[in-house]
Nanobody
Framework: QVQFVESGGGLVQPGGSLRLSCAAS????????MAWYRQAPGKQRELVAR???????NYADSVKGRFTTSRDNAKNTVYLQMNSLKPEDTADYYC????????WGRGTQVTVSS
C-alpha cells in the first residue's frame, strides 16, 4: 500500500511563497504521472499541477505562471513551488497520481492571509 506524506504548508501573506513536498512510501514516481491537488473549504478537490515521468508539466489556469512542480524520482518525492500566493490558493494540498491510483494522504494546509 502506497502512502503519501505531504509537507511544507503554512500561513503566508498574499504575494508570498511556499514549497510543498510529497514523499511516497515506495518508488512509484518513475513510471507514473504525478499530480498535485487541492481542496478548499466547501469545494471539490481540484487538480492544479501535473508532471509526467519524463518531467513534462502542465497546470490549471488558476495557478499557471505562479506554481511550478518538479520531481526527484530517486527520493520518491514531488515538489510544488508556489509563488505570488493569493487568498484563493488557501486549501489543503495533496499529491497522487493523475489517475488517483492510491489512497489520499493527510495533505498539507496552506493558508494565504494578511
Amino acid at each position: 500500500q502506497v502512502q503519501f506524506v505531504e509537507s511544507g504548508g503554512g500561513l503566508v501573506q498574499p504575494g508570498g511563497s511556499l514549497r510543498l513536498s510529497c514523499a511516497a512510501s515506495t518508488n512509484i514516481f518513475s513510471f507514473n504521472t504525478m499530480a498535485w491537488y487541492r481542496q478548499a473549504p466547501g469545494k471539490q478537490r481540484e487538480l492544479v499541477a501535473r508532471i509526467t515521468s519524463g518531467g513534462y508539466t502542465n497546470y490549471a489556469d488558476s495557478v499557471k505562471g505562479r506554481f511550478t512542480t518538479s520531481r526527484d524520482n530517486a527520493k520518491n518525492t514531488v515538489y510544488l513551488q508556489m509563488n505570488s500566493l493569493k487568498p484563493e490558493d488557501t486549501a489543503d494540498y495533496y499529491c497522487n497520481t493523475d489517475q488517483v491510483t492510491y489512497t489520499w494522504g493527510r495533505g498539507t494546509q496552506v493558508t494565504v492571509s494578511s
